[in-house]
């Protein structure tokens, strides 16, 4: 069975441009986690999507946003960036929308802001 | 608040002999524990998790963990140590009282010298 998918896999913009990653879960599941990993904060959770609806949503501002589609495919979209939301952004998947259910991450998406 | 910590920065350990990484946690409700391994330039593996029943929970490649109710601690072991296991090591929490998100610890880098 095929892994987490992200794409791209890198990124490089500009302050003020708006970036939107992508992340396909593994097939079947249904909830899908988005984090954000810098050298400084380490990982923090950004949201998690399960059946189309955000059911939680970390302590980020209001330009960090996602949605999730009904093949629970999930997008994120960073708008106005800021040199600070350079990271590697993890998406996580997991079969059901459980606290006991594994997570399974890809393998990131480096945005670069310049 | 939910609250993760990984107290060493770093672990050296020489190969063949154990190693131990610690975890230690401070949640309300029952505790959900992971332990999750990054190598460079890639998302998360998950190596183990601790549910309920057995305090003692054994994973991928040979890895470890000790829950520890009393002492709130979710130590990961390895009793012969791998240049190979040198990575990034992530304890990781959730809870019932959580909603459906993931803490995680700040990293443990470990060394293994051959």
């Known amino acids: 069975k095929a892994g987490v998918t992200q794409t791209p896999r890198y990124l490089i913009k500009t302050r003020g441009q708006q970036v939107t990653l992508s992340c396909s879960p593994i097939?079947?599941?249904?909830?899908v986690s988005w984090y954000q990993q810098t050298p400084g904060q380490g990982l923090q959770f950004l949201f998690e999507?399960?059946?189309?609806?955000?059911?939680n949503k970390g302590n980020f501002p209001g330009r960090f946003s996602g949605r999730q589609f009904s093949n629970s495919r999930s997008e994120m979209n960073v708008s106005t960036l800021e040199l600070g939301d350079s990271a590697l952004y993890l998406c996580?998947?997991?079969?059901?929308?459980?606290?006991?259910?594994?997570?399974?991450f890809g393998p990131g998406t480096r945005l670069t802001v310049l | 608040a939910q609250s993760v910590a990984q107290p060493e920065d770093q672990v050296n350990v020489a190969e063949g002999n154990p190693l131990t990484v610690k975890c230690t946690y401070s949640?309300?409700?029952?505790?959900?524990l992971f332990w999750y391994v990054q190598y460079p330039n890639r998302g998360l593996q998950f190596l183990l998790k601790?549910?309920?029943?057995?305090?003692l929970v054994k994973g991928s490649y040979g890895f470890e963990a000790e829950f520890n109710k009393s002492q709130t601690s979710f130590h990961l072991k390895k009793p012969s140590a791998l240049v190979s296991d040198s990575a990034l090591y992530f304890c990781?929490?959730?809870?019932?009282?959580?909603?459906?998100?993931?803490?995680f610890g700040a990293g443990t880098r470990l060394f293994v010298k051959a």
């Open positions: 996580a998947s997991s079969l059901v929308a459980s606290n006991t259910d594994t997570q399974y």
């Open positions: 097939s079947g599941h249904r909830s």
């Open positions: 999507y399960f059946s189309e609806t955000q059911r």
């Open positions: 949640v309300s409700g029952n505790p959900y």
């Open positions: 601790y549910i309920t029943g057995d305090n």
């Open positions: 990781a929490v959730k809870t019932d009282t959580g909603g459906f998100k993931t803490i």
